[in-house]
């Protein structure tokens, strides 16, 4: 068997998941998604990512079941098409979320340190006898708390995605992933700094917080990643129905409206 056909056949036996994980190495290695983005503007539309990734499922799975009945054969290759999108949404989506979040978190770390840095500069032992200085510093260091929580929660779905959909393998290009861990020393550093000083200024200490909180927020991130991975990718793929379905019970589940009953494609179900 020649070089090519050897090539070609190990091509055909990945699956969806294989499929996005070279892709995404490929992606990986240009350190970041601008530099990524740039190497391929000038690629013609069928070379493209995306096209690449489907032509590449669907040729594997027609290859895989060639002369099966044709009613099976369309089904594996639409599963396959399916899985694959799916996976490319999701990891779009995991680096969409993440880089918004790290945004937003610059911004509120910059705003509760500096009132931080407000509450205890000079006149502090003035403003102290102020009744309304306990309340203010409580509240300061409850919300950055709060963000350090959030954080986690927010790395605990993504690492649970990761573990779900794409064997284990990190999404984030590598500048955002040091971003991220950057932010998360830095938000840390500026709770611990909170909790310290108000301890120090005789600030109550902040109530026990409810145990089950983290594991309910990484739970509802999960399904903001993979939800609108999911209805992306059937939207793609010209199921407008089913996509919508998809939508609709993510944003009921959000707001809290009890859910209306909509089948999930079987090959897009969550573990």
Not at 139 to 159: F, K, N
Not at 216 to 222: A, C, E, G, I, N
Not at 238 to 254: C, D, F, M, S, T
Request: hydrophobic share 40%; with cysteine; aromatic share 6%.
């Amino acid at each position: 068997m020649s070089l090519a056909r050897r090539l070609d056949a190990l091509d055909a036996s990945l699956t969806p998941t294989q499929l996005v994980l070279r892709w995404l190495a490929e992606a990986h290695a240009y350190g970041s998604l601008e530099a990524y983005v740039a190497s391929i503007l000038d690629l013609p539309g069928d070379q493209q990512p995306i096209d690449r990734l489907c032509r590449e499922a669907h040729d594997g799975a027609w290859t895989r079941l060639h002369g099966r009945p044709a009613d099976q054969v369309q089904r594996a290759v639409h599963s396959a098409l399916r899985e694959t999108v799916f996976r490319y949404e999701l990891v779009l989506r995991i680096y969409e979320t993440a880089h918004g979040l790290l945004d937003q978190e610059a911004l509120i770390d910059a705003a509760l340190s500096a009132h931080i840095g407000l509450l205890t500069a000079e006149g502090r032992a003035e403003r102290r006898h102020d009744p309304t200085y306990t309340e203010t510093f409580t509240i300061y260091r409850d919300l950055l708390t709060m963000r350090v929580g959030e954080l986690h929660a927010a790395q605990r779905a993504r690492s649970t995605v990761e573990e779900r959909y794409l064997d284990g393998h990190a999404a984030l290009f590598p500048d955002v992933a040091a971003s991220w861990d950057e932010q998360l020393k830095r938000t840390q550093l500026l709770a611990d700094m909170a909790v310290r000083l108000a301890e120090l200024d005789g600030v109550p200490p902040a109530m026990p917080g409810d145990p089950e909180a983290l594991s309910r927020r990484t739970t509802q991130l999960v399904a903001d990643l993979v939800e609108p991975a999911k209805s992306e990718a059937l939207e793609k793929l010209g199921e407008g129905q089913r996509a919508l379905g998809i939508a609709k019970g993510w944003v009921r589940a959000k707001l809290g409206v009890a859910p209306m009953p909509v089948p999930d494609p079987p090959t897009l179900r969550g573990n």
